[in-house]
């Protein structure tokens, strides 16, 4: 949530998915190796700093334009994944009303829009998989 950046108020835990099928774009694998490599600060935020525009230029934003455009695409049919919105969130800026926009923790759209990012097959059993569950929690987790 916007107004709750200390994570003081959790209202709606979040879903995300693994996939097993695909390592290379499951969403947990890079979790695990940023934190394999800069470790877990549970008194700090997530990630280090604080101007966004400068993160988007790093992870080459630039690129990703110049790469759709070459494959005539239109980068502004895109929406680049928002570190503080999420993909069920993005899919949605159409609708009327803001609270309309928003998911809701464990809501069809939630559930059914982190599968497709985590690059799950809709057609298979494999879709319906469960999330990660972490079930011994301790200081650094």
């Known amino acids: 949530m916007m107004n709750d950046q200390e994570g003081e108020f959790q209202r709606d835990p979040r879903h995300v998915y693994t996939n097993p099928k695909e390592p290379d774009i499951c969403p947990i694998l890079p979790w695990e190796i940023y934190f394999a490599v800069f470790g877990f600060n549970s008194k700090s935020a997530l990630f280090p700093g604080s101007n966004y525009k400068v993160l988007l230029k790093a992870i080459g934003i630039a690129s990703v334009a110049t790469e759709l455009k070459n494959s005539g695409r239109l980068?502004?049919?895109?929406?680049?994944?928002?570190?503080?919105?999420?993909?069920?969130?993005?899919?949605?800026?159409?609708?009327?009303?803001?609270?309309d926009t928003y998911a809701?923790?464990?809501?069809?759209?939630?559930?059914?829009?982190?599968?497709?990012v985590a690059g799950l097959p809709y057609e298979t059993p494999v879709f319906a998989g469960l999330p990660p569950f972490f079930e011994k929690l301790d200081e650094t987790v």
């Open 75 to 99: 980068p502004s049919g895109y929406e680049p994944h928002s570190a503080r919105a999420g993909s069920s969130t993005g899919l949605g800026w159409d609708m009327p009303e803001a609270q």
């Open 104 to 116: 809701r923790y464990e809501a069809a759209c939630d559930r059914v829009v982190g599968r497709l």
